[in-house]
């Protein structure tokens, strides 16, 4: 991993107007456990703007879930949502932090539109996740 981070910062170093080498940037050090950083790279792509935008906004709000911002998490996630309502991932993360914050029925509503999202894109491994959250919130 250390050598793809490597890349995208060089990536950044030869074009810093790069969103997308911000994004992959922001995604892999989340996933890296390097959350400060993630989040970080992850607005920097967002203010400098991508097709797909909503995906950024929903990995920023994984970020700051992670670090148990849960008030900035809710908005990136309905910033992400406001982009685009059909994207199946906001639905299910948003579902994630609901249950934290205790609203176990808006949860159970991001979750049931998550399913029928996947459902419709035939995504095997979403619609099991789905339900998994399903179940586990009955």
Known sequence: FAKAIEAFQNAIKVDPQNAVAYSNLGNLLRSQGDITGAIKALRQAISLGKEEIWTDYTSLGLALAAQNNDD??????????????DYAPTHVALGELLIRKGDKKQALSHYQTALKLYE?????????????AIRNLQ
């Open 72 to 85: 900035e998490a809710l908005q990136a996630y309905r910033q992400s949502l406001e982009k685009n309502p």
């Open 120 to 132: 419709t894109a035939q995504d095997k491994d979403g619609i099991e996740r789905a339900k998994e």
